[in-house]
């Protein structure tokens, strides 16, 4: 099982302490990826996984419905419509382990000839390789070569082994205007740069241009994208709850407030030092 680095200081997690008042709430979302890994599986039918289920799994002493909400309300499960309950983020943190139990169910490697079998009589004959150990071995590769595109690494944790830059590519410039009303929409939210411009109230070009420069040079710094999202939500949610206490307002104000205090936190990231030759 994968744990990235920034597992006990990501947004998530600590909103998980808040919401059940319990510091040692991360242990209780290890023991449930620990039953995921242990059954090789991280959906389950709804019979499988309820919240008195939950409750001896992560072994919280906190009230059955008052886990399972809280599990809910955080983002650490997913009740999908057709009645299944699927423990979030284990898949993107463990495609590679994943792909591993697929593998595994089709038969896994072929088995390599020893020493003390017999080679083929006919030495000008190439026996053929059957088809559905080539197929088992080919998807393999074909994931294992994914995983290291993507920056996959087991022994490394993040959210993710396979994370990419979820700023790249995309057009802020086109985004419907969202109303943050409280804590559950934000964490609805998958882009803390869409998430900075819907608490703000700043959807410019200048919003978020500066946010994405700065996301460049987090990344650059050696930062994960995960590591750099968990990081923005927790500046916004900062601001957010400012507003709520009522020191600031949504708009104008929050805006020039929140990007001051991300223009001293860019300022603080290093760049990756050059070694000498």
Not at 1 to 12: A, N, Q, R, S
Not at 90 to 102: E, G, T
Not at 118 to 126: E, H, I
Not at 129 to 139: F, L, Q, S, T, V
Request: glycine fraction near 8%.
């Amino acid at each position: 099982m994968i744990v990235e680095t920034d597992f006990l200081d990501h947004w998530k997690t600590q909103m998980l302490i808040g919401v059940l008042d319990d510091p040692a709430s991360p242990c209780y979302l290890l023991r449930l990826w620990a039953h995921c890994q242990q059954r090789k599986e991280y959906q389950f039918d709804s019979a499988k996984l309820t919240p008195a289920i939950l409750k001896a799994i992560t072994r919280c002493p906190a009230d059955k419905q008052v886990l399972w909400n809280a599990f809910v309300e955080v983002g650490f499960l997913d009740l999908h419509e057709d009645g299944t309950v699927e423990a979030h983020g284990f898949y993107d943190s463990n495609s590679q382990l994943i792909a591993k139990w697929i593998n595994g169910q089709k038969g896994g490697r072929p088995k390599k000839k020893t020493a003390t079998e017999k080679p083929n009589q006919n030495l000008n004959v190439t026996e053929p390789e059957p088809i559905e150990e080539r197929e088992r071995e080919e998807e393999k590769e074909k994931v294992e070569k994914q995983d290291e595109g993507e920056g996959g690494n087991e022994s490394s944790f993040s959210p993710s082994s396979c994370e990419k830059s979820f700023w790249k590519g995309k057009s802020y410039a086109d985004l419907p205007r969202r109303t943050i009303e409280d804590y559950g929409d934000l964490h609805a939210m998958d882009d803390p740069i869409e998430a900075a411009m819907a608490v703000t109230g700043d959807y410019s070009m200048g919003m978020y241009g500066f946010l994405v420069k700065g996301c460049d040079k987090c990344l650059n710094a050696g930062m994960t994208p995960g590591g750099i999202s968990g990081w923005l939500f927790q500046e916004v949610e900062k601001v957010f709850g400012e507003i709520k206490a009522g020191e600031r307002e949504r708009g104008k104000p929050a805006a020039s407030g929140f990007t001051a205090r991300m223009q001293e936190n860019f300022a603080t990231i290093d760049q990756p030092k050059t070694k000498a030759a």
